[in-house]
């Protein structure tokens, strides 16, 4: 084979399920990334992918050659930047995922030092409180919020975020101030709720229960999926939240809102940087986890 760029274009496709969304990834003509595809399978002699109107799946020649072929592009990528040393500009695209809140509170205000120490260095920065794929989706790295419970992932713990009680001084002043869990109930506050999903089971009022956590059911009229809106509502005096303090630690300063019962806070919130492959990161993906990871280190418990 010439060059990589068939392997390339091949991994991607496989990747990403579709020719379509391979070739927007890479920036080529769709045509162009079927006609490598093509000519890879040619030269290796064997079919590498089922191909229908609906959807592209490797075979099972294509699932072993496709191990192979995303080691030796990490291994080309790290010995292309083996001898690499810090003055050496980080080039191309980068794709990541971030929550939506760590995004604009903490690492927006960042980027700026990072994109002018790498001014050659494309990102493309996606904000969502709903897990995305990133094989499917073409993402190098996530940060992540909670657990990772998609074991084929691969996930460095950064830490912990530490979660507060909230309610505006207005809801409060409706309401009653809670000293205690049994207030709750006897006051009839009123919750929140957020799930990632509209028509998900809430989360329920979280607290700590000797060695570990208990959940409250606590009325609430207003479901939400957006760590914002659930920010916005709180402030609007609409009930009871409990969200991270990198997040609501503004409005705690200036008053608008109002930590209640601190003893009986929900557990912290374990932040990771994911990733798909651990042998398939870049230059650039590592040092953008390394400065993601020293951005929030002031945050995490």
Known sequence: M??????????????????????DSLGIQKGRASTA???????VGVRLLH???????LTEDGRAFH?????????????HSMFASDRVALRGRLRVDLPTEVARTTI????????AAHPELELEISSTDQQVDLVQEGFDCVLRLGPIRDETLIARPLGLLRMVNAASPAYLARYGVPRSLED?????????HFSTMLGAKPYGW???DGDSYATLQLPGALHVNSAQTYEAAALAGL???????????????????????????????????????????????????????????????
């Not at 191990?67 to 010995?79: N, P, T, Y």
């Not at 927006?108 to 994109?115: R, T």
């Open 51 to 57: 191909r229908t109107t609906r959807s592209v799946q």
């Open 184 to 192: 709750l109930q006897r006051q009839e506050h009123r919750t929140i």
């Open 206 to 208: 979280e607290y700590p």
């Open 67 to 79: 191990a192979r072929a995303r080691d030796l592009l990490a291994e080309v990528d790290d010995l």
């Open 239 to 301: 009930g009871l939240i409990q969200a991270p303090l990198i997040g609501i630690g503004r409005y705690l300063e200036s008053g608008t809102l109002v930590e209640i019962i601190p003893d009986f806070r929900r557990r912290a919130l374990a932040v990771s940087l994911v990733v798909a492959h651990r042998s398939n990161l870049s230059r650039r993906v590592r040092t953008f986890m390394k400065w993601i990871e020293d951005v929030l280190a002031p945050y995490l418990e």
């Open 108 to 115: 927006m205000p960042a980027l700026p030092d990072f994109m």
């Open 2 to 23: 010439q060059n990589l760029e068939p392997i390339l274009i091949f991994i991607t496709v496989a990747d990403m399920g579709s020719f379509t969304r391979a070739a």
């Open 37 to 43: 595809v093509r000519k890879l399978e040619d030269e």
